[in-house]
């Protein structure tokens, strides 16, 4: 698969980035390049097999400054682009908005002008081929009741300045489809969980905190409902529409898996207490009820019917194989956490207390 074929993947030192590249270099011929900025949240020690392989190239560049992506696409010459680049932390768009706006609008706007001037540029063959899929999340649909789940089809209702932005960069994404007829998809995924993710997101969080036996902050009330995908069957689904989606379509990616964050919470700590036991009595002694996020979005489920019928995507694990894999990979792999906590980053004033 993907023979002879140059891929961009945007934002990929990041979480679900890296899985896409190390997905893409394990199972396809798709040579690489991942172009991220380098925030806080990248991290290139999340990439190991691809940094020095011939099929795989390294560009250190933000994706809203025009002149450096110009000559990305040149001296490359893509087939296709994966946006993965963003401000991601829901917590963190709330004290401070502007960066979401620069990167995940401005950056958005700016990569697909350079992705179009380049597919203007192609040969005929060659401009049919190519491929710009953005990548995107259930939050733009705003909060669900205790019923119903996101189609395609749901009206955007963002409630947080994440969400605003990355609606936002749907919609640009859209719009150069239809006006400029640049080949674009969107996919709009459910809460990713996984090796590799950065440790201000909820599981992470709790994992480590739980194996230093501090206190393990939930917000509210811990109802919230959440829907959560393994990344590796992220990654696998978006390599599907990246080969067989129809263009100007956007996909749902979820594994019909809610669970309250309560629930998420309780289950770390029965799978901390089988693996990391030394604390006295169990790890939900540490459970500790804090002041919620402004603008908490209560409810998300995913439909994934349109991408299980048209693409036959199926994803390989359930929450409960996922979730052990997860807590293990953390146990298992302190350096890599316990270098990011060293260096040190922004807590957000939520996540503070
Ligand atoms: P992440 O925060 O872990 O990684 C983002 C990466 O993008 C980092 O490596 C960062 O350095 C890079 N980046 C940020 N700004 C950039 C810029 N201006 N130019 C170039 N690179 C830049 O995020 P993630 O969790 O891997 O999310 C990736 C994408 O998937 C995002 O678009 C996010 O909205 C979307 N998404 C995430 C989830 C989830 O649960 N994590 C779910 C659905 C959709
Ligand atoms: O310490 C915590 N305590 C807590 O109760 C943290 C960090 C979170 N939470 C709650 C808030 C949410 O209801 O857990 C839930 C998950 O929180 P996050 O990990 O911050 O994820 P979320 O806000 O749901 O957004 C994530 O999924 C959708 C990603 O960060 C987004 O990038 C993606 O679009």
Known sequence: RFEDITIFVTGGAGFIGSAVIRHLMADTGARIVNIDKLTYAANLDS?????????????????????GLRALFEKYQPDAVMNLAAESHVDRSIDGPAEFIQTNVIGTFTLLQEALRHWRGLTPARRARFRFLHVSTDEVFGSLGANGMFSEDTAYAPNSPYSASKASSDHLVRAWRETYELPTMVTNCSNNYGPYHFPEKLI??????????????????????R??????????????????????????????????NLDVV???????????????????????????????????AIDPGKIERELGWRPRETFDSGLTKTVRWFCD????????????????RIGLG
């Open 47 to 67: 990439l190991p097999g691809a940094v020095g392989h011939p099929r795989y190239a390294f560009e250190k560049q933000c994706i809203g400054e025009s002149t």
């Open 204 to 225: 992470p969080h709790m994992i480590i905190r739980g194996l230093a036996n501090e206190p393990l902050p939930v917000y509210g009330d811990g109802g919230n409902i």
């Open 227 to 260: 829907d959560w995908l393994y990344v590796a069957d992220h990654a696998l689904a978006l390599t599907l529409v990246l080969e067989h989606g129809t263009v100007g379509e956007t996909y749902n990616i979820g594994a019909r898996c809610e669970r309250s």
């Open 266 to 300: 309780a289950q770390i700590c029965e799978l901390l207490d089988e693996i990391s036991p030394g604390i006295t009595g169990s790890h939900r002694g540490l459970i500790s009820f804090v002041t919620d996020r402004p603008g908490h979005d209560r409810r998300y």
């Open 333 to 348: 792999n302190r350096t890599w956490w316990q270098d990011i906590l060293d260096r040190g980053y922004q807590q957000t």
